[in-house]
């Protein structure tokens, strides 16, 4: 189960390096003064494409009978196709062909993130799975934080960056090829043929009034990432022009992506193992959005670099604790034992409809208001929301 961490975070390099430093200094150079807005366009299209590739890979992931098992081939894949769509990114000079690529390397890293998930459903028993979750959190986050560190440090050299940052997710999934395989799953049952029906897209449905767990943990998850997003999203401009930093922000960049990582190290093992231990699922949930929105206040309170190194050691603990034991809740209230991919690539939008929502969002507001600040209350009051929606949820305690 080792390649799971290992794989995700090599997806996550991605996510953390692209962009948050990469493809905002990119817009930057080519958009000049409208680069909030453009950033904002170009995040809604990546995660749009995201948000169609999630599900439908999953559903093809289920379907799949190979050797090296259902999830594999998707994962794999998807990293070995995103390489030279990174690379092609270093060099162009062209908004258009950038945005074109960006939206590309989306598609095509979401592909191979649904399988990935469901291979914790799939071979961790519930009690077990709060510690493994912890370690696909620790994964996306030391991923995120990782990119943004390596990015910030190759920024001055693009084309460098990008072949750097495309090479690591086609190498670290090739794991599960040597590491720890996926077992051959080649004469394993088929979903039944009525659960596919003659209107294929039926099966991506999810009854709210059958499955009212299922669509809770849906809206928590949604609710709290929005939160984070709305603030996240705009790190580097924030540290410009929030902060003050102006030109020097970049040189900030890792640093606070490290802190970021060492508050991750510190909650996301720890807070897994715990609920596994205690058996429960919510109290850990809740107390961390509730975390996230007391930090995010902090840069509005106190518009200083102390004051936004505050917020994210704060944030990173309550997130680093939120991704380890949501996850272990969410794979809790699946719908279906025989597409759980599918399934999982559903309650993905809980994350990925985030990176629509919450940049758009925030571009508006902050193009209404000529001012950052207000972003800071806005995610707060969207991680709270989140924290309160997940004590709905009957079947986890």
């Known amino acids: 189960m080792l390649s799971i961490g290992v794989s995700q975070f090599g997806i996550s390099i991605v996510y953390g390096a692209v962009p948050g430093v990469l493809l905002a200094l ?12 453009v950033l904002s366009l170009f995040t809604l299209l990546g995660a749009t494409a995201a948000l169609i590739a999630q599900p439908l890979s999953g559903a093809l992931s289920d379907r799949t009978r190979t050797r090296a098992g259902s999830r594999t081939p998707y994962v794999l894949g998807g ?44 071979q961790v028993p519930i ?20 990119g943004t560190a390596l990015s910030s440090v190759l920024s001055s050299n693009s084309p460098l960056a990008y072949f750097i940052v495309g090479c690591i997710p086609a190498t670290l999934t090739a794991t599960r090829l040597f590491v720890t395989r996926d077992p051959d799953n080649r004469a394993a049952p088929h979903a039944p043929r009525e659960q596919a029906g003659t209107r294929w897209w039926r099966t991506f449905l999810v009854s709210p009034r059958a499955h009212p767990d299922f669509w809770w943990a849906l809206t928590s998850r949604t609710l709290t990432y929005t939160g984070f997003f709305t603030v996240n999203a705009y790190g580097l401009y924030l540290l410009e022009d929030h902060i003050g930093l102006g030109d020097d922000a970049v040189d900030m960049v890792p640093v606070v992506a490290g802190l970021t990582a060492l508050c991750i ?25 509730a975390l996230m929105a007391g930090g995010l206040l902090i840069p509005f309170a ?26 272990a809740l969410l794979t809790q209230v699946l719908p279906r034992s025989n597409s759980y991919a599918q399934d999982i690539g559903v309650m993905n939008l809980a994350s990925i409809a985030p990176q629509i929502l919450a940049p758009a969002l925030a571009g508006a507001l902050v193009a ?9 209350p806005l995610g707060a009051a969207f991680a709270l929301l989140g924290g309160l ?7 986890v305690r």
């Open 26 to 37: 990119q817009i930057e150079d080519l958009a000049g003064d409208d680069k909030a807005k």
């Open 79 to 122: 990293s070995l196709l995103a390489a030279p769509i990174l690379w092609a990114m270093g060099w162009t000079q062209s908004l258009l062909v950038l945005g074109i690529l960006y939206v590309t390397s989306e598609l095509v890293l979401s592909a191979a993130q649904g399988p990935l998930a469901a291979v914790l459903p799939d």
């Open 127 to 146: 009690e077990q799975r709060g510690r493994f979750s912890a370690a696909l959190g620790l994964g996306i986050l030391l991923g995120s934080a990782g």
């Open 265 to 289: 190290c510190l909650s996301t093992v720890p807070a897994g193992m715990l609920s596994d231990r205690i058996g429960r699922r919510k109290v850990f949930v809740c107390s961390a959005s």
């Open 302 to 327: 106190s518009p200083t670099l102390a004051g936004y190194l505050t917020m994210t050691v704060v944030v990173g603990l309550a997130f680093g604790c939120f991704e380890s034991v949501d996850n």
């Open 368 to 376: 209404g208001t000529d001012s950052y600040a207000l972003l800071f």
């Open 389 to 395: 929606g997940v004590l709905r949820v009957q079947a």
